[in-house]
């Protein structure tokens, strides 16, 4: 089952409220058709959540830098691997997110509200948002600065959006301790302990038992092979 069909059909808007339910209902006025199939309270609300929360951040993202690029706009359709025949009214969802006023407070207070108790489903909102502020190949101050804040709102403590930050880069550039939480005179058990927490907090099985859509599971696969990654060079370093 697709998210996006029974996304787009705008129940969710109602059910959500705030920010997130007046955008969809300024849109729902005339510009996208209910006639999207039902609505699965049990099984499709947490993703699609999940799923609007991207669209809205992303549009947010994209322009925070003040120019919205191709590749930016690429990234986010492949993604959010959004099909051809949704793309359009997404994109609607989209560009009224990037045009209208408000700025991106509001949702991410919004988003840590729904989440409040799955810190790691906020973490992977982070993750993904630095996916699509990669994609035109260089991640901008102010895009930086954006996607930090967010996760300051989103209850993320410095040592944490560090971790996700530096999980970012590849395995051979990247510092272990940092994306362990860790420090390098902290000892091997005590370090080990850090490794397991993160590999059960970032599983993908985990997060999509919490509503992650596996349409953007990948971004979590790539959390856990740095790691991973980090605590085989970890274990090196400390026997050597």
């Known amino acids: 089952m697709s998210?996006?069909?029974?996304?787009i059909g705008g129940m969710i808007g109602f059910s959500l409220g705030g920010p997130f339910g007046m955008l969809?209902?300024?849109l729902i006025g005339g510009k996208i058709s209910r006639a999207k199939g039902s609505f699965n309270n049990s099984f499709a609300q947490p993703q699609q959540v999940f799923a609007l929360s991207l669209i809205v951040l992303s549009a947010k993202l994209s322009k925070a830098d003040g120019q919205v690029s191709k590749e930016e706009l690429i990234a986010v359709k492949d993604k959010l691997k959004i099909p051809d025949n949704e793309l359009d009214q997404v994109g609607k969802i989209f560009n009224k997110a990037k045009e209208e006023s408000t700025g991106y407070q509001p949702y991410a207070e919004q988003i840590a509200q729904i989440y409040k108790n799955n810190l790691n489903?906020?973490?992977?909102?982070?993750?993904?948002?630095?996916y699509i502020a990669e994609a035109d190949g260089n991640i901008?101050?102010?895009?930086?600065n954006m996607i930090e804040d967010i996760s300051r709102i989103f209850g993320l403590n410095q040592t944490q959006f560090n971790s996700l930050k530096e999980s970012r880069k590849s395995s051979d550039k990247l510092n272990p301790y940092v994306v362990l939480e860790s420090n390098p005179e902290d000892n091997i058990a005590d370090?080990?302990?850090?490794?397991?927490?993160?590999?059960k907090e970032h599983h993908p099985d985990l997060l999509l038992s919490k509503g992650v859509p596996a349409e953007v599971i990948d971004e979590s696969k790539k959390k856990m092979r740095a790691i991973n990654s980090a605590w085989d060079q970890i274990q090196k370093l400390k026997t050597n």
């Open 24 to 26: 969809l209902g300024s």
């Open 121 to 130: 489903v906020l973490e992977e909102v982070i993750n993904i948002l630095f």
């Open 140 to 144: 901008s101050d102010a895009e930086l």
């Open 191 to 199: 370090i080990r302990k850090k490794y397991i927490k993160l590999s």
């Open 3 to 7: 998210i996006w069909g029974s996304l």
